[in-house]
Every structure is written in structure tokens, then in C-alpha cells.
T-cell receptor
Framework: AQKVTQAQTEISVVEKEDVTLDCVYETRDTTYYLFWYKQPPSGELVFLIRRNSFDEQNEISGRYSWNFQKSTSSFNFTITASQVVDSAVYFCALSDLKAAGNKLTFGGGTRVLVKP | DAMVIQNPRYQVTQFGKPVTLSCSQTLNHNVMYWYQQKSSQAPKLLFHYYDKDFNNEADTPDNFQSRRPNTSFCFLDIRSPGLGDAAMYLC?????????????FGPGTRLTVT
């Protein structure tokens, strides 16, 4: 069975600090996809990144970076030099070929609060 | 240039009074999803349509129904809302039914049951 665990329920930082969100997943499939979504207070889930199980290359997009390590089944997300606009709930999600198409299994989410 | 539109953004209904939430998309995607998200929880998939094929999650209550009259529109009907159905309802789309497909979410409808 698939499972995604985000152990941190809430993280509070001061603006310009870096923040790392942990994501650990479980799946029996060898082909799977990992996602991060951002949910600001407005409610809409915003897609941030997709990573497939065969691509362990880390990725950087502006102030965002992702560290994928299959050996530890982790897909962590770092926000560098955080800003108040980064305040949101962040969800890690998993989709695998046994999950009936692209049904997403979400982690519980991590609420990030960036204080000015 | 909104891509997934949900109306209304806020809906108040009475206990037991049927309510319909709507979703439309301008992406021409084949797949549309309905999720329920309760406070401080992750979204929970209720059902999805691949084109006109309806797929219900095993644990979705019978109280929840859905209609997709055409590619662009999808509706969530709650036949007899209970207090426990108060939640944010999110509509999403994806181009195809495949594990790689990213889902595009609407802004959600927050349902209050009085």
C-alpha cells in the first residue's frame, strides 16, 4: 500500500530563514511519481514539482529546491530565504502505476508560517 | 485566465437540504476529480471521471453523487448533507489517466452545513 508521511505538522520561521520540509513515502512499485503542492490561505492547491522514480537528480527552481533520495524513500523540499508569501500548507504526494492511474496519495501536509 | 473554476466559493446549506457544487475547466482535460478536504487534513479523493467513465472511491458515501454532462463541466451533488460533510471541496483536472499526470486544482468551494 502507498503511504506518504510528512512528520512536521507546522514550521514557523522568520523571514529570510531557510526551511526544509520532510517527506517520506512508501510504495511497492518501482515506477512512481512524487509531487509537491502548495496550498495558500486562498485554498487552491498549486502544483510545484513532479519527479519520477528513475530521476534522482536534485532540482532547483528559484528559491525552491528538492532533494530526492530513493535509498531513504525521501523527497524533501527546501525554501531558501523564506518570504511571507511562502506561508502556506505544503503537501507531498505520491502516484504509482498500481494506484489506478494517477490517483494521488497525499501526506498530511506541513503548515509553514513565515513571520516578517 | 482561470483554468479550473469552482462556483460558488462559499456555500451554506441546511442539514438534509440537497446541494450542488459546480466545476468547470478551460483546459480540455480528459479527467476530472472531486476531493473533500476537512480542516487541517489532506485532500481525500471522492471520485473521478475519465471522459464519461465514472469511478467511485470505495469509501465514498452514497450521499455523494457526481455528474459530468460534457468535457468542461462536472457537478458534485450531496443529497442529504450532514454536519460531517462540512468541508472544502476541491475539483481538479488532468490531461490523461496516467501516474505522471499533474493535477490542476480549482480554488475550492467551502461548504458549511447548519
Amino acid at each position: 500500500a502507498q503511504k506518504v508521511t510528512q512528520a512536521q505538522t507546522e514550521i514557523s520561521v522568520v523571514e529570510k530563514e531557510d526551511v526544509t520540509l520532510d517527506c517520506v513515502y512508501e510504495t511497492r512499485d518501482t515506477t512512481y511519481y512524487l509531487f509537491w503542492y502548495k496550498q495558500p490561505p486562498s485554498g487552491e492547491l498549486v502544483f510545484l514539482i513532479r519527479r519520477n522514480s528513475f530521476d534522482e537528480q536534485n532540482e532547483i527552481s528559484g528559491r525552491y529546491s528538492w532533494n530526492f533520495q530513493k535509498s531513504t524513500s525521501s523527497f524533501n523540499f527546501t525554501i531558501t530565504a523564506s518570504q511571507v508569501v511562502d506561508s502556506a500548507v505544503y503537501f507531498c504526494a505520491l502516484s504509482d502505476l498500481k494506484a489506478a492511474g494517477n490517483k494521488l496519495t497525499f501526506g498530511g501536509g506541513t503548515r509553514v508560517l513565515v513571520k516578517p | 485566465d482561470a483554468m479550473v473554476i469552482q462556483n460558488p466559493r462559499y456555500q451554506v446549506t441546511q442539514f438534509g437540504k440537497p446541494v450542488t457544487l459546480s466545476c468547470s475547466q478551460t483546459l480540455n482535460h480528459n479527467v476530472m476529480y472531486w476531493y473533500q478536504q476537512k480542516s487541517s487534513q489532506a485532500p481525500k479523493l471522492l471520485f473521478h471521471y475519465y471522459d464519461k467513465d465514472f469511478n467511485n472511491e470505495a469509501d465514498t458515501p452514497d450521499n455523494f453523487q457526481s455528474r459530468r454532462p460534457n468535457t468542461s463541466f462536472c457537478f458534485l451533488d450531496i443529497r442529504s448533507p450532514g454536519l460531517g460533510d462540512a468541508a472544502m471541496y476541491l475539483c481538479a483536472t488532468s490531461r490523461d489517466w496516467g501516474a505522471a499526470g499533474e493535477q490542476y486544482f480549482g480554488p475550492g468551494t467551502r461548504l458549511t452545513v447548519t
